[in-house]
C-alpha cells in the first residue's frame, strides 16, 4: 500500500495528522482548564470572556489547606505587615485564616481526606496484589480441580455493580462498627481488586519458564525459596503494572467511600465535590484540589503506558 | 560418588530442608482469596437477597418482616422504576454509541503514520485513568452557563447544560464519552494492528476502494475486539452512579443506580431497594449474556 504514494494519499494523510492533532487538543482541554484555574486569582477563574492569559498565583492552594473564614473587617496595616506571606494571600482574598484558642492555624479538611486516600490506596493495593500474586502462582503452576471455574467464579466478583453490593456491605459494616474506618475502606477495595490482580498476574506468571524454578530445585532450593528469590524477581514488571491499576481504581473510587464514610476516613473523592456546595464555590480551590488529586494519576499513566492495553483487556483478549 | 555421599549427609540438603510441601503451598496461596472473595461477594449478596423479602429499614431498629415477593411485584408495576429504566437505556445507547463512533475514528487515524503517535495515544488515554467523581466535578465548571468555557468556546450565550431537563442526560453522556472513548480508541487500535497487511496490499490490487476495503476487510476483522469494547462499556455505562449523580440532579437523567442510591441511603428502605438490587442485577446478567452469545457469532464468522 505504501509502494506507490499518489499525491491524493500524501494529502489525505496530511488531513488525518492535523485531524489527530485537533481531537488531541479538544481531549486535554478540560484537564488544562482545570489546571490553569488552579493557579488563577479567585477574580480571573469565573470572567467572560474566559482569562487566558494571567499571572499564575499559589493562592489557591494556600487557602485549599487552610481553614479560612469571611474577612468582616480589614487587617490594619500593621497586622497586614506583619502576617507571613501566605496569609497575606489569604488577605488579599478578602478572608482570614482560622486560628485556635493557642493561635494555631487551622488546617482545613483537605489534608486530612488526600492522606486517608493515600492510606487507602497503597494499603490495599499492597493486599490485593500480594494475595492476587500468591493465588496467580498457585493456580498457574499446580494443578487445581475445576481451575477455569475457579477464575471464572473469581472474575465474576467485578461484574457486580457496587451500588447493589453496597446495600448488604453497609449493614454488615455496620454490625462490625466498620463504616467510616480505614479498615472498612481498606478490605472493601482488597475485594475489589482481587480478581483483577489474580487475572493480570496468572498472565505475567504463566509467561515465566517453569524450567527456572525446576533448575532451582534442583540446586537445593525449596519451592519457597524458588518462587521468593526466583519467581518474584522475574515478575517484578508485572507487579508494579498491576500495582498501579489497582492504585488508580482505589484512589479513584466514589461510590462505596460516599456511603461507607463520613467524617474520619473520608477519601478525597467525596469531599472535594462536597466543596462546591450552594453559593458562590471558590472554583480555584476546587480547582486546586482536583489538581493535586489529579498528578498521582497523570505520573502513573506515563509510567505505565506500555501495560496499559493488556490491564485495561485483561482477560477478554486471552483466551 | 564423593558429591552424592556428601549431598546425602549434608544436613543442609534438598530432603532435609524440603520446607512445605506442593500441596500446602498450593492451599496456602489460593485459599485465603477464595474465602476472602466469598466473604466480601457471595456473602453480602445471599444477605440482601434475604432482604430483599422483607420491609426492613435500615434507620430504624425495628424488626424486618418477611413480605414475600410484595416488593418485586411494588417495583415492577412501578412506572418510576420503568422510567428510571428506560432513562438508562437510553442514556447506555447514547454514551456507548458515541464512545464506538469517537473512539474507533480516532484509532482509524492513529492508525496511520502519524508524528509522535506513541505520545498522542498516551496524552490521550488520560481522561478515562481520573477519578470519574472528580471528572464529573471539573466538567460542571466547564458546562457552567454564566462563565463555562464550553458555552463560551461554542458561542452558545447561557445555555443550561445540566439544568435543562432535556439536555442533562446528554450533557453527561458526553463527558462520558470524553472520558471513555479512549478506552473503545485503545482496543480498537489494538485490533487493527493485528490485520495483516497482505490483505491490504490485495485489496489495493485488485483496485477496490476505500468503502470496500474499510467494509470487508477492516470493520470484520476488528468487530470481535471491538465487540469486546461495547461489552465493557456498555455494562459500565449500566452501572454508571458517580457521573451523573455529581453532574446533575435533574430528574430526566436519574440513572437506575442513582434512584437505588436514594432508595437506600436517603430513603432507607432497605428492603425494598435490595429487591431493586436484585432486579438490577438480573438485567446486568441478562444484557451480558446476550453479549457474549453474539460476541460468539462474530468470533465465529
Partial sequence: MAAVKTSSEVALNRMAVVAVLVITIIFLAPIYWITATAFKPRNLATTIPPTVVFEPEISPFVKLFLRRSQLREQPTAEEYAEAPWWERLVFDGGEKIVRDGQGNVQLSGYPSRFMNSLIVAISSTVLAVGMGTLTAYGFSRFKVAGEQDWLFFILSTRMLPPVVVAIPMFLMYRWFGLNDTHLGLIILYTAFNLSFSVWLMKGFIDEIPKEYEEAALVDGYTRMEAFFKIVLPEAATGIAATAVFCFLIAWNEYAFALIMTRRDAQTAPPFIPSQVGSGLPDWTVIAAGTFLFLIPVAIFTFLLRNHLLRGMSFGAIRK | ?301
Fill in chain 2, 1 to 301: 560418588m564423593a558429591t552424592l555421599a556428601m549431598t546425602t549427609l549434608d544436613p543442609q540438603s534438598r530432603a532435609a530442608r524440603r520446607g512445605w510441601s506442593d500441596l500446602t503451598i498450593r492451599n496456602a496461596f489460593i485459599i485465603p482469596t477464595i474465602v476472602f472473595l466469598i466473604v466480601f461477594n457471595i456473602f453480602p449478596l445471599l444477605y440482601s437477597l434475604g432482604y430483599s423479602f422483607t420491609d426492613f429499614r435500615a434507620s430504624t431498629n425495628a424488626p424486618a418482616n418477611f413480605v414475600g415477593l410484595a416488593n418485586y411485584r411494588a417495583l415492577l408495576n412501578d412506572p418510576f422504576i420503568w422510567s428510571n429504566f428506560a432513562i438508562t437505556a437510553k442514556y447506555v445507547i447514547v454514551s456507548v454509541t458515541g464512545q464506538v463512533v469517537v473512539g474507533f475514528g480516532v484509532a482509524m487515524l492513529l492508525n496511520r503514520t502519524i508524528p509522535f503517535k506513541g505520545l498522542i495515544t498516551t496524552l490521550l488515554l488520560l481522561p478515562m485513568m481520573l477519578s470519574m467523581a472528580v471528572v464529573g466535578l471539573f466538567w460542571k465548571l466547564l458546562y457552567d452557563p454564566s462563565f463555562g468555557i464550553i458555552n463560551y468556546a461554542l458561542g452558545l450565550g447561557r445555555f443550561e447544560w445540566l439544568s435543562d431537563p432535556d439536555m442533562a442526560l446528554y450533557a453527561v453522556a458526553i463527558t462520558d464519552i470524553w472520558m471513555w472513548s479512549p478506552f473503545v480508541m485503545l482496543l480498537s487500535l489494538a485490533g487493527l494492528s493485528a490485520v495483516p497487511k497482505h490483505l491490504y496490499e490485495a485489496a489495493a490490487i485488485d483496485r477496490a476502494g476505500t468503502f470496500y476495503t474499510f467494509f470487508r476487510i477492516t470493520l470484520p476483522l476488528v468487530a470481535p475486539i471491538l465487540m469486546i469494547a461495547i461489552i465493557f462499556r456498555t455494562m459500565e455505562a449500566f452501572k454508571t452512579f458517580d457521573l451523573a449523580f455529581i453532574l446533575t440532579s435533574q430528574p430526566n437523567a436519574e440513572l437506575i443506580s442513582i434512584r437505588l442510591y436514594k432508595m437506600a441511603f436517603q430513603e432507607w428502605q432497605t428492603g425494598m431497594s435490595s429487591a431493586l438490587a436484585y432486579i438490577m442485577l438480573i438485567m446486568v446478567v441478562g444484557i451480558t449474556n446476550i453479549y457474549v452469545k453474539y460476541l460468539n457469532k462474530v468470533k465465529e464468522r
